[in-house]
């Protein structure tokens, strides 16, 4: 069974431009969430998608929004890049809403803004 | 709201040694307890997790953690340290039983020395 698959893993773009990022969760999986990493913020959930709704969202500004597909499949874009937006951005894919759930990382996607 | 703490940001022990690494966890709900570890440049794996039942959990690699509420821990342990062990271990809690929204501490990292 396939873990879950994040593309590109890494990526550099300019202040300014936006970015898209993707995540194929796990065969089955319905529930997708993605979280920021940074060495001086750690890991921070941005938000979560289940049956293509957003159903949680963090403290982020909103440069940043996702979106998921029918096929669970999900993309986070963030717009007018700032160099504060580096970061490794973990996706993670879990099974469902009930108790007792677990997620699932990908290995992240590396985003450089210079 | 849910935080957690980790106290020591960087552990050394020597091969073989006993290792412990400390969680302490703010709920106002029963949590539910994760322990996770990153390699470089990967994502993120689950050792072990505390949902309900047995304090005492047991997870991969010869870790084991047990949830105290009184002390409102989860410390994380392994008799006895590998090289393979070297890495950053982070502690998370979520609240009402779904993985789908973790709030992690600030890491741990751990070196091994020979």
């Known amino acids: 069974k396939a873990g879950v698959t994040q593309t590109p893993r890494y990526l550099i773009k300019t202040r300014g431009q936006q970015v898209t990022l993707s995540c194929s969760p796990i065969s089955g999986h319905r529930s997708v969430s993605w979280y920021q990493q940074t060495p001086g913020q750690g890991l921070q959930f941005l938000f979560e998608y289940f049956s293509e709704t957003q159903r949680n969202k963090g403290n982020f500004p909103g440069r940043f929004s996702g979106r998921q597909f029918s096929n669970s499949r999900s993309e986070m874009n963030v717009s007018t890049l700032e160099l504060g937006d580096s970061a490794l951005y973990l996706c993670?894919?879990?099974?469902?809403?009930?108790?007792?759930?677990?997620?699932?990382f990908g290995q992240g996607t590396r985003l450089t803004v210079v | 709201a849910q935080s957690v703490t980790q106290l020591g940001s960087h552990v050394s022990v020597s091969e073989g040694a006993l290792v412990l690494l400390r969680c302490n966890y703010s709920?106002?709900?029963?949590?539910?307890l994760f322990w996770y570890v990153q390699y470089p440049n990967q994502g993120l794996q689950l050792l072990l997790k505390?949902?309900?039942?047995?304090?005492l959990v047991k997870g991969i690699n010869g870790f084991e953690a047990e949830f105290k509420k009184s002390e409102t821990s989860f410390h994380l342990t392994k008799p006895s340290a590998h090289m393979s062990d070297a890495a950053e271990y982070f502690c998370a809690v979520t609240a009402g039983g779904s993985a789908r929204q973790l709030t992690f501490g600030s890491g741990t990292q751990l070196t091994v020395l020979p």
């Open positions: 505390y949902t309900t039942g047995a304090t």
């Open positions: 709920s106002s709900v029963p949590p539910y």
């Open positions: 993670a894919s879990s099974y469902g809403q009930g108790t007792n759930t677990e997620a699932f």
